[in-house]
DNA sequence: TATAAAATCGACGTTTTATCGGAAAACATC
DNA sequence: GATGTTTTCCGATAAAACGTCGATTTTATA
């Protein structure tokens, strides 16, 4: 779709492989697109301080027990106006984390740029998603706690991007199998589901309970013994 | 508090620890008590009648859409009758899960007799975790997908019961750490987390997208897997 | 600065939640 | 089995939150 620019930063892979990998982060940190675009400057910051404001709200209160009164209110509009935008409380609570999610991504891409194996690249994928949960609590109180698993997100842009979450780590692992480190007789989706679980659990239990303390370093710690163990399995 | 019966059944654990373990069960499978219990024996099944209703509604159409009237309406009695038993909507909704939890935790007691070691008892422990949840796809549905993370379970009789499933968790790990066949340098709230998470993102999966079909099957590959990898981390 | 399109808002209708007082049923006592 | 008491149930209605619409204001553009 878009024009392809570099072939690749990173030349000790594959070309192919490369362009894959490139491609498959492109298109998922820019698939969060609006489906109608605002006209004016001022909606456009409307929008903004409503997703804003619905954030804080969310977080505090919970979706459930939020009332659109008060996110309006708190975003400095009227009920009406908010309607104007989003046509229902789901809706907007839906599209809530997906900008946060968009940039998670485009974080993460950028970062990934320096990691030539798959094994780097995973190890950071997964510590980066714990930490970027520190770094923006409220988002993943709601992402997290309340809507990741919700049956309803279901034919949403947001439900298209939490599988593209679990889409990147899909990838890697097939990688690492390519490159021996995980074992190929594994269900390799029964290894994301290891994989995930274990952070997202950990992060779930951090913003339930603030523990452990430092989710960076557990993160960090959780991060390598999954990949440690993973490597276990071949060497036997 | 109940009056001590058997010492214990399986001979091969020291004494003291086969209490600690026993009472624990015991503890946690009769912790759902309600506060007030109803008098009269059609007031019971009204009871048990709207907790029916409510889970069935509740997995079709998830908590925040649904809607007391109908609850009320699949209970075959009033609104109002339905306020008499909760106080609101969220109330009922944190109640519904309470009784399958605690029968889980019973049949587990029940099935866990026969094992000796904590290895098998947490092997067990898993594997029925996920095939109770394919049993009760319903209330499991409630569960996983809508208030176990949950935040506002807070204080509740089921956040206790949701904590309760992770200290037996705890406590097997920490007798694996004894019988040598779970690292000890690991912190073990982390890998309580590694295998909660793994076990409970399958699930999740399976009920979003009834994939792996055989949840039994892949709930025991998991659980094999894990404990496994623990063992694995051992050895070296 | 005139004009059309876009954005905002207050007023109002609808839906859902929750309460309350009294009728009906179950229970206890004689 | 009549009587008084407690428990359960429900219809009517209040309260709260959701959502719509037409009128008005603001913005972009020529």
Known sequence: MATKEVVGESEQIASDT???????????AHRPKRATERKQDRAKR?????LNAALRVFARDGISR???????????????????YYKSKEDLAYDVPLSHLAEFFESYHANAASRTS????????????ADYAREHAEWARLLYLEIWPSVFVSDTELRHSIDDFTRVILFLVKEGVAEGW??????PYETVAL??????????TWLL???????TRAGTEMAERLIAMLENEVRR
Not at 118 to 129: C, F, G, H, N, Q
Not at 195 to 204: A, K, P, T
């Open 46 to 50: 409307t929008e903004q301080q409503i």
């Open 66 to 84: 939020s009332r659109i009164a008060d996110i309006a209110a708190e975003a400095g509009i009227s009920t009406s106006t908010l309607y104007e």
């Open 195 to 204: 994989l995930i679980g274990g952070v997202n659990q950990l992060i779930i």
């Open 209 to 215: 309970y603030r523990k452990p303390k430092n989710l």
């Open 182 to 187: 995980v074992a190929p007789d594994r269900n």
């Open 18 to 28: 490369v362009s894959a990998w490139d491609s498959l982060l492109q298109e998922i």
């Open 118 to 129: 798959a094994r780097e690249r995973l190890l950071l994928y997964l510590v980066m998603s």
